[in-house]
């Protein structure tokens, strides 16, 4: 019994031969139409080629009607195939099976073929033969009588799978029942509870009958290809049902091996970018505890400048990952980057505003954490400065988030900066009468600075006078303080002290404006301040001859 590889061997060189000897002929008769050789499938395999017409038929017709008949022979499961005979007649030589012709072998197929008719029919009569015992042992009772065994021993499997199944998970219900608000607790955020152990019970076991279902699922799709295999009918059912399922998960498979060195080299990149970061953030730390120094460099600027560095190291390997992320070059992944691009940068004007001059402030250095300034109309100390907002914390505790953008735009004062080196010069101003003598204001003045604590006394507190005004001269006490946080107290105090120095030496202060009829009418310093026994004048009036130069 010939293979059906060496079946297909033979074939083809009986169709090399039919086409050599049908262009040795075209030589002699030119006008003569050559048919198309049509190859005989049977049983999936090609069992040889039908070279020439018969009558009416083309060669594919003849080799359409020769395997119906074939497969009418085989798929009768009680058919007992005996050898098939040779009939031989004038121009052709039939080949039957049993009363069964199927199929005629003439001299124009032998010419074809450039081997004798005889012969020829032959080596078709066994090709045809063995075909179709091979097809009847397939379907023969006993191969069906087989399949059956083995389809109820699937069967049985089948169901002794999903009542074990059903019994693990009827188990993973209850156990999951008994967890509930001990193993399995609530989830909160802090003191509110998101999901109570119920609903977190409950959730799990929606999942777990979920994946029962799909198991179930994917064992009815393994059975019914695999019983459908035990019988030559629906072998081919079976086959198509398993490529239904073979078919994606060897597409995935291999695309993921495809995908393999693409993975390597972006891991790769990500490896080298981690550990370049970790080297700057490394160099950025050392700068900023003061074991590396570099000229115009300052300690402040290593947080920021780290932070503007580890965001380039990762949006450069982001664009070096780009190329080899799947899908990244179809027109589709581009057309979603530049849809994203165009919405990041329409919603993000004004981020990117503050971020500019987040970084322009950072270089700037116009203050530091913890500096008492005042930007607009907001006074306090910097508690926060980032690259998109700075925090500011008030006198009064309250804090508030100026966006850096406005930081740039507004004028800022900083009274932090020059403290410590130079001293910060606080002033404050009182307005005394013209009867006062002005080295007396000055005396008392540098004499209420000189009694606070907080005051540096060198450099000396010193006193200009401002103006001259109408009813008043107007007095400036400038004092020095090399700290900015004690601006609200070291005024306070100053001001208590300037209050109780004019009061002893009876100097009225009596600014910015004040009204009264000063004959009999009582002074402004307080009754603490004034002589014992002391009492207002009473009001006198006079007539105008009689009146006091």
Known sequence: MRSRYTRWMISWLIVVAGVSGLLAQSKSAVSETVPVPAPLIF?????????????????AERARSIAKRMEKISDNPLAQLDSLILQPMEGATDIFSGEVILMAVTDADAAAAGVDREALAQYYKAVLETALQERIKETSMRSLLLGAVYALLAALAFFLILKFMGRLFRKLYLLLHSWQDTRIPSFKV???????????THLLILIARTIRFALVLLLIYIFLPLVFSFFPWTENLAAKLFGYLLSPLKI???????????????VVILAVARYFVKLVRWIFDQIKAGNITLPGFYVDWSDSTFKIARFLVWAFAAIMIFPYLPGSGSSAFQNVSVFLGILLSLGSASAVANLIAG??????????????????????????????????????????TVPNAM??????????????????????????????????????????????????????????????????????????????????????????????????AGVEIMSPHYSAVRDGSQVTIPQDYLPKGYQA????ILPLGERTP
């Open 43 to 59: 049983d999936g395999d090609t069992l040889f080629h039908i070279q020439s017409r018969l009558g009416g038929f083309s060669p």
């Open 190 to 200: 802090q003191k509110m509870e998101v999901l109570s152990s119920q609903k977190i």
């Open 252 to 266: 995935v498979f291999m695309g993921i091996l495809d995908y393999l060195p693409n993975l390597f080299y972006i």
């Open 359 to 400: 970084l322009v402030l950072t270089y700037m250095r116009p203050f530091l954490i913890g500096d008492r300034v005042k930007i607009a109309d907001t006074v306090g100390d910097v508690v926060e400065k980032t690259l998109l907002v700075t925090r500011v914390r008030t006198v009064k505790n309250v804090d508030i």
């Open 407 to 504: 930081v740039l735009g507004s004028h800022i004062i900083n009274f932090s900066s020059s403290a410590k080196a130079r001293g910060l010069i606080l002033h404050t101003s009182v307005t005394i009468g013209y009867e006062v003598p002005w080295k007396q204001v000055h005396a008392l003045l540098l004499a209420a600075a000189d009694k606070c604590a907080l005051i540096l006394k060198d450099p000396k507190p010193f006193v200009i006078q401002t103006s001259l005004d109408d009813f008043y001269v107007s007095y400036e006490l400038n004092v020095y303080s090399d700290s900015a946080q004690g601006m609200a107290a070291i005024y306070s105090e100053l001001h208590q002290y300037i209050q109780d120095g004019f009061n002893e």
């Open 537 to 540: 004048p009473p009001f006198r």
